[in-house]
């Protein structure tokens, strides 16, 4: 049983009627109660009617991870009564709304069962069907707040921050908070024995999606051309790209707009459109999921081999097809790896949390620009939907973008010939000019058969000298992308190897596993291509565990191919249901024991 | 590389333009197109008029999509950058570069499998957008490159070579551009330049997009008896519906009439070419319009069809209908709407390119991002 | 130096000139007379004016992979002179047109030097250009025919088939050829060392290009629908089936039609209508190359997650990007393999020869519908538009097509209900329903999240349901595709593994190896995905090379993926200018000698 | 599934059509479909008109894409094979299933979005190829499933909840399918199912792709004041150009209007419910025209502005852009052509469905294989 800033909870409630903002609240309020805390909101591919639920844990260590077991079920939503019921912990508790009797689906030994009349006390305090309807999600919000513990101060204000002026709002919101509140404590002994309690371990944090902080990285990156369509679970990342750049990029006088923002026709054109733009010199960027991904292959690959710079932020949601738009995954790692047909490598980014999607995103445009190549942002529906605690997102004025190899106009000057893609260096990138340099600096891009002078050709030697280079320019890929973050235990025989949003689950996963006196070192990968340290890392592990969010190990495939790395030194551990992962789901692997694993 | 003698670009060779260049300057790499390709003649006349236009070569940006037409980017303006991308995406690789390089004059070029088949969302969508960009489509009626199969605008009736005969209805993509709401539509044909130069000159002045549908005969596998794309087809049922000429910002306005002496670098409209078909282009059917474009410069449009207001975007959609009920092929600058907004109007893109813009300009920095925490707490 | 019946030769010309039919005519005249003959066909990706070649091989053992060496290189492209005179081998000829004084590109010490004035020759002979031009190339034939000792009377006789009633030319081809025939035996010494002898090795042979075989494929299968878009070097495969259905499914009296063939707008389109006609239960197929693999990702998951047969055949080329669309290659097998995003496999049958590309062809529709999934065949340029000898093709009358598990309605009304994911054999494939059968059969098909009844869900257990289903039915597939073939030499500790259209040079390399003491086995894989036995062999092996023609080495990922080999225990020998394989490399490779190989 | 009340399909419990069946039998799984959203109403008229025209269940096929709208599918004709396919690309998956089984009576259903965003070239060509099918567009011009974003057919002007208004021009489905060759299209209003379901039903009879573009209002992202897909602003704005009446080959063909006693079963079209904007319908201004459908069928047609002839494709283009000038919707069945030729035509497709033909039907057999080897000797 847990206790004191330990504890999970979930709500049913049905969407489109209003909850999210009362999940907000609560998620806020016990962040400004400075307790950890983290919300999984798991919603319907549909806009109204349909079931929906909110996962909040809480806790005081920092494992924020989706939590195994649930404490308690708030359970609103009729349609969904018998899942959630029996999704309550042994001897956890189960709230639900008892303006009318106990639904019999509702009833099960071995919990407790908690009413509220939240409709009844709505439909008495307040008017008009819509208001009845979002007030109530307030309203146990309220009874929550006296169950838990959570400081009706820090709700007040909160209350006032978000309404502010709409007077008429605040009221009513402020009485559905009391109105819960007071008939909690009135019906209920509160508060329950997990509950909370001030700290100060979120001060320096923020709360924040990572599509925001993928949008912020973006605009400080200097991104200007963005192109998309909409497609969840990546929308908000353009969305929140957007409201940055009206609020820093444009003109007070003239209205003048330091940014062009496409919403293209389809993901083919968005593509095109970052493509374009990248190779006219502009830090460009496209977001999607998905069947976005399958469209892009045919840009990709000669984004590839013509060599042009461009951002592709993948929000991966649950595949094959259309498959489970709103939950999540890590399921296209194949399908950006090895992007489009013919012989094609593109690097790809793992960012674990918001505050690497800031972090990835902004690396990503320098990555972009210096190998001159597609660079995937691969987050992950997790991560870019939901609110994550993270540190505060921090930027260093002193830093300014890598553009990589561009010739100027004085450059151009110096030479005697332009020669496109001459590797110079050795590193397999050679210089780029932009439209509209002038003198020596025109070049022709295609991609079809192109020599180092850009000429055309379908000569077999130029041929490979082009595509030989590509190979090289990929390994020094290698050497430019973040390293993988190694957490060793002393002694430890076992590697569990994972990868973007696996990371807190595996991190908590280890440390119940040292308490069943299990020792393991962790490794997250962050980024394609491997370095060596990752294949250091395998090999020195008697035992490797590979932890990822899809159904045929698609990181270990990439390890086997891109580092030699024999399947069977890699057992994987799999969880592809589309829910973020668990702790519980790697320690069972790695213990071999499925009992008596706190959550 | 070709072994093959080419229609040679004819150039006097010391003439030069405002910019002290000449044709040759404007020129691109030698062409591998089939001898007598109607493509090549649209080469000339982009060189032509990027050269009287005084274009500065390296302000230029060539963007095509993947075909015989397509290949066109190489043979004019070899100080410019091209880009040649994937088969019928053009429109949006270079919407991408015109949004991120505002100073750049995009000039696309694709054909008609390229534009009308697997490109025609793209296409359409670069009209809607008004995507600052000339846009040609060398129109064939077949696929070139892979063996001359019917495209999207082969007519009812054409025959291929080997006898299959198309059944279904052509997209034609000055209609189709009209009711997208293209705000610049013209059509004119491959071999006759002196048309074509003028409206090419016009559309590079265009604020948004300015399509150009040139019917541009495959020699090698649509110029036979039986298709209606090829030169002798063309020549006898093209009938010019509304003359036009360019009249750059730093020239008079002439409103005395079309032909001859209109002054622009070289090229004056000397006559009308056009074989029509029996039509009487008569001074009294012909009504004269004057539209100012963005640049300054002026187009001058002569309707030569009683009725016809080129810049009356249902009247330009009924006449070119008719046109092509009676089995005509409407050509000329067809429509222009100099009001609309481009892509750059409605983005509202500051006046510096984007590229041009710097880090200073583009990053809020760490007090804002320290502000902005406190948002997310 | 190679001697009767055992050489190779290569004709430069310009492309648009006519010299097709004269290369046709000069393969066919030497498999009339009854010697193994290979041709080559290396063009450019345009219509005309740029140089082309065309490479003859004869070899009496039948080894007709493209040969190393060049005896003899006929030069008629001032462009390509000096190219062409460099490739002779040494000791070797070039054949030029002399009407003009010898071009000094043309002088090389070491080699014989043969002229011929064709040029002048049909000048004096034929008026007009262009029949000059054309009739050029009958007249260089007609030296070769001297040179190389090529029967006349079958040379005349194949012209008066194809001319036919074409009296003037047919008339005008006799002439040239003659006139060729005659310069060379006054001018040179005829014939040369390397020659033809007749033989009878071809009676029970045809040649024919794979595109064309395997359209047959298609006919014979039963296949009504065929959607496709035109692209090199795939066209020709939809071109043939037209002519075939055109020939055989047509109703001499109505001119009814008995298939639909749909030029789509594009390889979205063609996969979209390929993957309606199979669902709705025709057997239906689309072909492609390069990017339209790309184009068809998203659609690939639609089928694959939804249970839709398929058949799309992959007439690969040089890739990445729009690549070199005239050289061959087998640079898709990831592309295909692992099409589209999230968790997805696909078959791949790999035929090795045109032959192979009719029987996989029908056995792909078969497998199509056994499996509801869709099927790649992976052909290439060079096994689809080079002419091949192969035995004659033959079918079963009594082979009737396999249509997989479909319900009629009858099978229906025995059922309480009808569930079309529900996997009733354990095999992972469940029974289907066509639209139109009436009674319990309608069910609702979306690429979203489906639970076995075909009803919309996203529920993270009956979501793992579909997909571990989908899982075991890919490895019910291996129990279904063709197993690979062996070619064993006793004692052979060397494992040589490969695909497709490299089997040849891969078989020629085993004699060759063999020559010089190095014994080999040879496995020809046939299918993705791999049976056992791929993985047995490799592990019985010491040394095992991969041979493949792309640049990373996709088939020895595949292995890696799927059979968990080791990427080490396969040492990849990768060919990927563009030219289909020669033994030499091969023995090159695994010789590591590069001297004293013969071709 | 769905926990608030949704609007309910009414339907007299025991009528039953010519094949005995009722409503309920061509009814699907229930919405999950926001509350008032227009495309539900869209559903109850496809259930209606299928009901009517006593359509065998088991012989349609449902197509989407996906988008709300395109989720339909499963709301109607549950017994009916579905198919919900991906985004943008029903038009291709339709074709391929309208040429393997003839037989078919294809309903395609599909969004703005879905359409002409993403989907335009698709959609554009299935017109072009004229496939066998209904497409019916639910219009909101927004895309709902991802949240309201403005789609294609947003119009200049129209706002978004949260303020933004788009700037550029709308793609018209209507004028887009007259300029690509459709043979069939009409435009409707979701909350008017008397114009919606004859239109429907002669559509579904119709020799060809019969298009509708249905305005149906996203009540949760595009219903407010602003908005020009709103329900309000369609009734204030809609104008029925041309009233369509739909009359199966069984019934006598009546001349004598429209309005009232068709005797279709149980649907008379009772009068005209359009707000209009002042314009009389008034009898001197409507001419009528009786169109002979394919399957025997008729549908009669009368125009209700002078000079309009839905049987001409330059007159429809030309009344239908007019109105737009002016602000208005221009509804009803807005042009036929019954004389083109359908997918099938031109492919000249044996009457037996593909998948019907048997193995020996399309198999050659040994002996033509023995002989054709001959050919590649
Ligand atoms: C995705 C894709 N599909 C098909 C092709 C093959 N292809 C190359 S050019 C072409 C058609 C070109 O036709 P058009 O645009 O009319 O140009 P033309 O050659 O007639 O000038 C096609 C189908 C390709 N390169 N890419
Ligand atoms: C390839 C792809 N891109 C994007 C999406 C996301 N998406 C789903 S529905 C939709 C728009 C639907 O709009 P519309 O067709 O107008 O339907 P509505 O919901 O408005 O009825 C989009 C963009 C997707 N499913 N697939
Ligand atoms: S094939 Fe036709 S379009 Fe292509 S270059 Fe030759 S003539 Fe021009
Ligand atoms: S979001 Fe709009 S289109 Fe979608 S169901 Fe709701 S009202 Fe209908
Ligand atoms: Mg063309
Ligand atoms: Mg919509």
Redesign the interface.
């Known amino acids: 049983m847990n206790g004191v800033n330990d504890f999970a909870f979930k709500i049913g409630t ?1 969407n ?1 009627t209003g909850s999210a903002s009362a999940n907000g609240l609560l998620m ?1 309020s016990i ?2 109660m400075g307790i950890p805390v983290s919300g999984k909101n798991l919603f ?7 079931p929906t639920w909110y996962e909040v844990r809480v806790n005081a260590d920092g494992h924020l991870a989706r939590a195994a077991e649930l404490d308690m079920v708030v359970a609103l ?3 969904t009564y018998a899942k959630d019921v029996a999704e309550v912990r042994e001897g956890g508790y189960l709230l639900y709304d008892s303006s009318w009797p106990l639904p019999k689906e509702l009833n099960r030994e071995g919990i407790t069962i908690l009413g509220v009349p939240f409709g009844r006390l709505c439909v008495e305090a307040f008017t008009g069907d819509r208001e009845r309807t979002l007030l109530r999600n307030i309203a146990y919000t309220g009874s929550l707040a006296a169950l838990l513990g959570i400081d009706m101060a820090v709700i007040d204000t909160l209350l006032n921050e978000t309404f502010g002026k709409k007077q008429k709002l605040l009221d009513a919101n402020h009485t559905a908070i009391r109105i819960g509140y007071d008939a909690a404590v009135e019906l209920l002994d509160c508060p329950l024995p997990f509950r909370l309690e001030r700290m100060d371990a979120t001060s320096d944090s ?3 999606d990572g599509n ?1 902080a993928a949008a ?1 990285g973006a ?4 991104a ?2 963005g ?1 998309w ?4 679970p990546s ?1 908000s990342l353009m969305e929140a790209f957007t409201a940055f750049c009206q609020k ?2 444009v ?1 007070p006088e ?29 830090r ?1 960027f496209t977001n999607t999921s ?2 976005g ?3 892009m ?3 990709l ?2 984004a ?3 060599d042009i710079p461009a951002v592709f932020f993948n929000i991966q949601r ?10 999540t ?1 890590q ?2 790692l ?2 950006m790896a ?1 992007a ?6 593109h690097p790809i980014l793992f960012p674990a949390d918001p505050g690497e999607a800031f972090t990835m995103a902004t690396q990503a445009f320098d990555l972009a620009d210096r190998l001159q190549t597609p660079i995937f942002v691969a987050s992950d529906l997790d991560i870019g939907m939901n609110d994550w605690m993270v540190k ?6 002193s830093s ?2 890598d553009r990589g190899k561009v010739l100027t106009r004085e450059d151009l000057d110096q030479l005697a010939r332009f020669s496109r893609y001459r590797d110079v260096d050795g590193d397999g990138v050679a210089a780029r ?7 020596k ?9 192109h020599d180092q002078h850009a000429d ?1 050709t ?1 000569d ?2 130029a ?2 000298e082009l ?2 280079r590509l ?1 090289r320019k990929f390994s020094y890929a290698a050497t430019l992308v973040p390293e993988p973050l190694l957490l060793k235990h002393d002694g430890a025989d076992i590697g569990l190897v994972t990868i973007g949003g696996c990371d807190l689950a595996v991190r908590e996963a280890q440390e119940l596993l040292k308490e069943q006196g299990i020792l393991t070192d962790v490794m997250r990968i962050r980024a394609f291509p491997f370095q060596s340290e990752v294949k250091e890392f395998i090999e020195s592990h008697e035992t490797v565990y590979v932890i990822e969010q ?3 190990a ?1 990181l270990r ?1 990439l390890l ?2 891109e580092l ?5 030194a890699m057992t994987p551990i799999l969880d ?4 973020p992962l668990t702790a519980r789901v790697v320690v069972e692997a790695v213990a071999g024991a499925p009992a008596g694993v706190p959550a | 590389m070709t072994s093959i003698a080419k229609p040679v670009v004819a150039h006097p060779r010391l003439k030069t333009n405002a910019l002290g260049l000449t044709l040759r300057d404007y020129e691109g790499g030698m062409s591998t197109l089939c001898a007598g390709c109607g493509h090549d003649s649209v080469t000339a006349a982009i060189v032509q008029a990027t050269w009287e236009l005084a274009i500065e070569p390296h302000r230029a940006a060539k963007m095509s999509g993947i075909g015989c037409s397509s290949k066109t980017t190489a043979y004019f303006l070899k100080q410019s950058h091209g880009f040649n991308s994937v088969h019928g995406r053009m429109p949006s690789v270079a919407s991408g570069a015109a949004a991120a390089n505002r100073s750049l004059s995009v000039i696309g070029i694709s054909g008609d499998g390229d534009s009308l088949s697997i490109g025609l969302g793209q296409l359409s969508h670069a009209i809607r957008r008004n995507v600052n960009m000339l846009y040609i489509i060398e129109n064939n009626g077949v696929y070139g490159l892979t063996k001359g199969q019917f495209s999207a605008s082969a007519d009812i009736g054409s025959k291929l070579k080997k006898g299959e005969v198309n059944e279904q209805p052509p997209i034609d993509p000055v209609l189709l551009a009209l009711s997208v709401g293209a705000t610049f539509v013209g059509r004119s044909f491959s071999g006759d330049k002196q048309q074509l130069v003028p409206i090419i000159k016009a559309a590079i002045s265009h604020r948004g997009l300015a399509l150009i549908d040139v019917i541009s005969p495959c020699v090698t596998f649509n110029n036979h008896e039986g298709s209606t794309k090829s030169y002798k087809y063309t020549r006898d049922h093209d009938v010019e519906a509304v003359e036009a000429d360019y009249i750059p910002v730093c020239e008079p306005i002439e409103i005395t009439g079309l032909t001859g002496g209109s002054g622009a670098a070289g090229n004056g409209h000397a006559g009308n070419g056009h074989a029509g078909n029996g039509q009487a282009h008569t001074a009294e059917a012909s009504s004269l319009r004057v539209v100012q474009l963005h640049d300054g410069g002026t187009v001058r449009l002569r309707s030569t069809e009683p009725g016809y207001d080129p810049t009356d975007r249902a009247s330009a959609y009924q006449h070119i209908s008719a046109c092509q009920r009676r089995g005509e092929i409407a050509t000329g600058l067809l429509f222009v709407d100099e009001s609309s907004r481009s892509m750059h109007d409605v983005l509202k893109t500051t006046s510096t390119p984007l590229v041009d813009l710097t880090h200073d300009d583009l990053c809020p920095g760490t007090a804002a991002l320290d502000k902005l925490m406190t948002r997310f707490r």
């Open positions: 049905v489109g806020r962040f400004r319907p591919s549909n806009i109204q009617g349909l939503n009729p349609s923020i709360l924040i925001t912020l605009l400080y990156a200097g200007t051309v192109a369509y909409p497609i969840t929308t820093y990029r003109d003239t209205g003048e707009r330091k940014f062009a923002i496409l919403q293209a026709e389809d993901e083919l054109a968005a593509a095109g459109i970052t493509i374009g733009a990248g190779w006219a010199g502009a460009a998905g069947p991904i399958s469209l292959q045919e840009f690959g000669l590839y081999y013509a649950c595949g094959p097809s259309t498959g489970m738009p709103t939950r995954q399921p296209d194949l399908a090895y489009s047909h013919g012989d094609t490598k505060r997102l921090e930027w260093d004025d300014t973008p000019t932009l439209p509209g340099v002038g003198g600096g025109a070049y022709f891009v295609r991609g079809s058969g055309y379908e077999s030697a041929y490979c595509v030989d190979r899809n159904r045929d698609q495939s086997m191919i030699g790395i024999p399947r069977d592809y249901g589309g829910m």
